[in-house]
């Protein structure tokens, strides 16, 4: 048999399956990383308005973003907000999670669903509904009540991968720990916390970038000289649409993207996917 | 018993180091409680880059108080929801339409007078007309704007926006959510029909503008005509003079018909715990060497009659009484009236 007859006949037929498959992975990957590459061409395009295709390549806009107070405050500020609602909805989610997956609550799946309740809501209803409430206890718009109302949002996140953890958890565990006499303290710092870490860590990470990017809860709650990046972006647009807009959204990205890789090295998120 | 209540040297000292500590501490806050604070909106931009840099400082030092000037829309729904003799706000800054809006919910007062304001004896009619609640500080001009590198004659009416050269290349506004927008549907009336109020002939017209690219604000106009976009639209003066000097290929043109008024205004919360220091915020914005400050800033007419700008500015901006006369300025309370109705409308016009 001839080479050529050889390969022809080792060829694999064609797959219209597999293609297809294929195509709907890629472009569902176009789908989400096309906005990304089109905001990076944005940032780096020096023309002071929105053009394509592109003229140049500068970091003006970035110069710009990092030399301007009001960015860079907002952004401390986001960042701040976004580390205090990871570690209050981590602890609150986490805690949540436990009594309803183990506590035998009477009312538990009302329970749940009045926990989830922030994310059916509108969230610009939310912060509204916040504001008012905030103003009328006469406590003004402090940054502690910020950090609040992103936990409120942020919280259902943290509940749901720690809940869906627990589904998965082996009890017997616990219990042959408590049989050797561990006290329920050390039962659930050595066993019941690492066996959940990875979805209590992976609703930190939604946490975080939920109150990082939040804008529609942060609209009514934020005060002049205390305004979040979001904010800060939408109100600069209003005025000067240029690339310091994508220069932001970029930076943003890769903080974000840093977190996570973060978490990832530390505690390891590839666990939690694997669940 | 007397050994008793003596105090030895150290334990004098201590007690010394803790009141000094407690009065420290302490200090600030009275200080605090004697600094009267001013609540208001303003502007971001160039506007508010001045605002924060200059303006404020000057007037918290003149009046010995702190500013806390909020950039974050929106305002109304702010002001709506906070309660009415403890307002978020003591100052509202907006376009006249919002302050319309307000004004009919009870949430500004009607009329800023020469008694509460003594710089408002020297504003332009206009600045106090019927059309204003409060009191307009500055204003625009929306005309049009155009490319001057695309072959095209300046617009002198606002017929020629319907030039069908410009198709697909002509820029207006999402009306419902822009005061430009609104403005010029208005204009539309006056221009092809019987006047500012006739909807009619303003829907007719407005469908005869397509194909047009819309957008929600004036930034975007701007943006669309610099990068050519848009090489005709709808925009104020100073979205297009702010950019005189950077060799950009465009140029702004009041049609003859008249311009219509982007008015800046300031109005006083009735529930404000400061007025006197509201009212003083709105003089001193219109003292003449802050209007001139802030107008050169940013290319806005000031309101105040008495003030000089540089040749540059005055050659352009609504100076002189002349100049003035040629603003048309909308009957916000009429249209607000309507809103729901024309927004429908328009909606379905200028759908697709």
Redesign the interface.
């Known amino acids: 048999m001839s080479t050529a007859l050889k390969a022809m006949t080792n060829k694999r037929p064609f797959d219209a399956g597999r293609a297809a498959y294929l195509a709907l992975n890629l472009s569902l990957l176009a789908f989400l990383l096309v906005p990304i590459a089109v905001v990076l061409i944005f940032a780096l395009n020096p023309?002071?308005?929105?053009?394509f295709p592109p003229v140049g390549v500068s970091l003006r806009w970035f110069e710009k973003f990092f030399a301007s107070s009001d960015f860079m405050n907002a952004l401390w500020l986001s960042l701040w907000v976004a580390g205090c609602v990871l570690v209050l909805s981590v602890t609150i989610g986490g805690a949540c999670a436990l009594a309803l997956a183990r506590g035998n609550l009477p009312g538990r799946a009302f329970l749940t669903a009045f926990f989830m309740s922030p994310l059916m809501l509108p969230a610009i209803l939310t912060g509204?509904a916040l504001?008012?409430s905030y103003?009328?206890a006469g406590i003004g718009r402090p940054t502690w009540g910020l950090i609040l109302a992103h936990t409120l949002v942020a919280v259902p996140y943290v509940l749901r991968t720690t809940l869906a953890v627990l589904h998965n958890f082996d009890h017997r565990i616990e219990e042959a720990a408590a049989v050797l006499g561990a006290s329920p303290i050390r039962v659930f710092f050595e066993i019941t916390l690492p066996l959940i870490r990875p979805g209590v860590f992976a609703g930190g990470v939604f946490a975080f970038i939920v109150s990082f990017d939040q804008f529609p809860v942060s609209?009514?709650l934020?005060?002049?000289?205390g305004?979040t990046l979001p904010?800060v972006l939408?109100?600069?647009?209003?005025?000067?649409?240029?690339g310091a807009i994508a220069a932001a959204s970029m930076v943003s990205i890769l903080l974000a993207l840093s977190v996570v890789l973060v978490l990832e090295r530390l505690i390891g998120l590839k666990a939690y996917v694997k669940l | 018993m007397i050994s008793r209540h003596t105090m030895s040297r150290r334990k004098a000292l201590r007690t010394g180091a803790g009141l000094a500590a407690i009065a420290a501490v302490g200090a600030p806050s009275i200080l605090h409680a004697q600094t009267r604070t001013l609540k208001i909106t303003t502007w971001g931009g160039k506007w508010g880059e001045v605002m924060k840099a200059t303006v404020l400082p000057a007037f918290e030092k003149e009046f010995k108080c702190t500013v806390s000037a909020d950039q974050a829309f929106p305002f109304v729904p702010k002001l709506q929801s906070s309660p009415r003799n403890d307002p978020i706000y003591d100052v509202l800054h907006t376009n006249s339409n919002e302050q319309w809006n307000s004004f009919t919910e009870g949430l500004v007062m009607e009329k800023i007078t020469i008694k509460e304001v003594p710089n408002v004896a020297d504003v332009y009619p206009y600045a106090v007309s019927d059309k204003i609640v409060g009191v307009t500080i500055f204003t625009s001009a929306i005309g049009l704007g155009y490319r001057t590198d695309k072959g095209l004659a300046t617009p002198t009416s606002w017929k020629d926006l319907a030039d069908p050269k410009l198709a697909g290349v002509r820029g207006g506004y999402i009306i419902p959510v822009n005061s430009l927008g609104q403005a010029h549907l208005m204009m539309l009336g006056k221009v092809y029909g019987k006047g500012l109020t006739d909807l009619d002939a303003a829907y007719k017209a407005l469908e005869a503008l397509k194909p047009i690219k819309l957008v929600d604000f004036t930034g975007q106009m701007e943006k669309m005509l610099l990068s050519g976009e848009v090489s005709e639209g709808v925009i104020h003066d100073s979205g297009v003079y702010r950019y005189d000097g950077q060799n950009q290929p465009v140029d702004f043109a009041s049609p003859s018909e008249g311009v219509l008024a982007l008015e800046q205004v300031l109005n006083v919360t009735p529930g404000s715990k400061v007025k006197d220091l509201a009212f003083g915020y709105i003089d001193y914005m219109l003292r003449p060497d802050v209007q001139k400050l802030l107008a050169e800033a940013v290319w806005y007419s000031p309101a105040n009659k008495k003030v000089k700008l540089d040749a540059k500015y005055d050659a352009k901006l609504l100076t002189t009484p002349a100049k003035v006369a040629t603003l048309i300025q909308p009957d916000w309370k009429w249209y607000n009236a309507r809103k729901e109705d024309i927004d429908a409308r328009v909606t379905k016009i200028l759908k697709g």
């Open positions: 023309t002071p308005y929105i053009s509204l504001f008012q103003l009328l609209l009514f934020v005060v002049p000289k305004e904010v939408f109100n600069y647009m209003k005025f000067d649409l240029d």
